[in-house]
């Protein structure tokens, strides 16, 4: 199967150019030419695998120069017994006949991310020797916390990389610092940058654009890769988990084969979802999916009027892993519904970035009104929810999920859909304890790993290992850097 620009229907590279390049050269995405349908009779063989044989069938229908034996491989290192806590990798549990968590932070990072950044390493230096490529692979992260958590435990001492992750010096919190400053592995560095995100991202961008700096790494037997949302490989192994969670669905005995279900997820740069809507146009079973947002509510505002509109006020929210205003991948969902018009969605982008904004067509506008349904929950909200599902169900959630649980309880009243639904749940509750703490009525005494204990007690649960860990972790990496400083600090950490 070949991929295509969004932004360029003449483009047409193989599975592994797409993962090894990450953005098209005319700055598009890349997409499947056309979505595989799951065969008939998938769907059972499905049911009868566990989770890392769903993602060997699943990811192999989409790459052609990969082979069976290489995915299996990929899979057993990724999923393995120890990055991740339960053996099910992707549980889904039940709150009530019609409603389930699929929950995806049973691994090393105790977040979603890790879903498809223990992957992509695999994915990303295998497409690299496919190519020929004889250079060694950096990765060049900048971060805002959970993203670079999650791509330095994937990479950390994969032969033939080395990662290098940003982070804004006052810009995450104690405990996102601690995981990354903490981290372990030979290929591996870690820098504060003096500046917010922003500052972090545009000198990444600055390194990965200038030339000179390219050919002198280059010459040093060094290529730069980024890891970020963008990558169709790290969208993949995202599909994996919704088509898993029907099955699980099925075994329990929850639904029938062939019964739709709805999914409800908690949204930032739509990479989540989207996978989501890849998993329904394979042929699974879905009836709506539901975009959930905090206070940041572009999208809920999209979905609605079909107009996209990126000029509004920016809000720090309980849910930081979704403040975001430019949702890359809706990209992709543009371009599918578009029919495969590169110059319609290129037109969208070039009017996103000149005037703020986009209204899509009226074609586009009822295709989303059949796939998917979205809503707002705000940060008071989203703690009566913590707080009242606790309560009521003894299930504790963290503040993303709750926002996507809080939207699917108002997106049934209002419609009074009764399809049964699974919320999918990003985060463990002990990564944001100072929140849910809040929430469930507690006064949080200290900060950072120290609240750990604190939310165990109140909650009557234990934390993951990895964040428990953490208590007794020092930090390897202290250094803060200018902006100006980080090119050298690249050239020194390639050239050691
Ligand atoms: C990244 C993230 C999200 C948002 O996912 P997108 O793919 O960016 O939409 C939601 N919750 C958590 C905890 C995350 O880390």
Redesign the pocket.
């Given at each position: 199967m070949r991929y295509i620009s969004t932004r360029d229907n003449e483009t047409a590279v193989s599975s592994a150019r797409a993962i090894e390049q990450g953005l098209s050269v005319e700055g598009g995405l890349f997409v499947p030419a056309s979505i595989p349908r799951l065969p008939d009779g998938a769907l059972e063989e499905l049911c009868a695998m566990n989770y890392r044989q769903r993602a060997v069938y699943v990811m192999k229908l989409f790459l052609e120069d990969y082979q069976v034996a290489e995915l299996t491989d990929f899979v057993n290192r990724a999923y393995s017994p120890r990055g991740f806590d339960t053996p099910r990798i992707a549980p889904v549990k039940r709150l009530d006949k019609n409603t389930h968590f699929l929950e995806l932070w049973h691994g090393p990072t105790c977040?979603?991310?890790d879903m498809a950044l223990q992957m992509l390493p695999h994915l990303l230096t295998a497409a690299v020797r496919k190519n020929g490529e004889e250079r060694q692979v950096c990765i060049l992260v900048a971060t805002s916390g959970?993203?670079g958590k999650a791509a330095l435990e994937g990479f950390a001492d994969v032969e033939g990389t080395k990662i290098c992750v940003f982070y804004p010096r006052d810009g995450v919190s104690d405990i996102q610092k601690l995981q990354m400053t903490s981290q372990s592995g030979g290929n591996v560095l870690v820098c504060a940058v003096n500046g917010n995100f922003d500052d972090a991202q545009s000198t990444v961008k600055e390194i990965f654009s200038d030339p000179a700096m390219r050919e002198e790494l280059s010459g040093a037997g060094w290529m730069l890769s980024s890891a970020n949302?963008i990558n169709w490989g790290r969208l993949l192994p995202q599909i994996v988990y919704y088509i898993s969670a029907y099955c699980d669905l099925v075994n329990g005995q929850e639904i029938a084969l062939g019964d739709s279900v709805n999914f409800c997820?908690?949204?930032?740069?739509?990479?989540?979802?989207l996978a989501g809507f890849y998993a329904k146009s394979m042929g699974l079973p879905v009836a709506k999916l539901i975009c959930a947002s905090n206070s940041n509510d572009v999208l809920t505002d999209f979905f609605k009027t079909g107009v996209y509109d990126r000029k509004r006020e920016f809000y720090t929210t309980i849910?930081p892993?979704?403040d975001?205003l430019v949702?890359s991948?809706l990209e992709r969902l543009l371009y599918h519904l578009s029919g495969g018009d590169s110059r319609e969605t290129a037109e969208y982008m070039e009017s996103l970035k000149r005037a703020g904004e986009y209204t899509v067509s009226k074609k586009i506008k009822s295709a989303m009104d059949g796939l998917f349904a979205a809503g707002t929950c705000s940060d008071a909200e989203t703690k009566d929810v913590i707080r009242r599902v606790f309560t009521e169900h003894n299930y504790l959630m963290?503040t993303?999920t709750a926002v996507a649980y809080g939207v699917l309880e108002k997106y049934r009243e209002e419609t009074g859909d009764g399809t049964s639904a699974v919320v999918v749940s990003?985060?463990s509750p002990f990564k944001f304890c100072a929140a849910v703490l809040e929430a469930l009525g507690e006064t949080p005494a200290g900060a950072g790993p120290e609240l750990i204990g604190q939310l165990e007690n109140a909650a009557g649960v234990s934390a993951p290992a990895p964040l428990k860990a953490l208590a007794g972790k020092t930090a390897r990496f202290n250094d803060s850097f200018d902006k100006a400083e980080l090119p050298s600090v690249v050239r020194r950490f390639l050239k050691d």
């Open positions: 977040a979603f991310k959970d993203t949302s997820v908690p949204t930032g740069n739509f990479g989540d979802i849910s892993s979704m975001i949702s991948n963290d993303h990003t985060a």
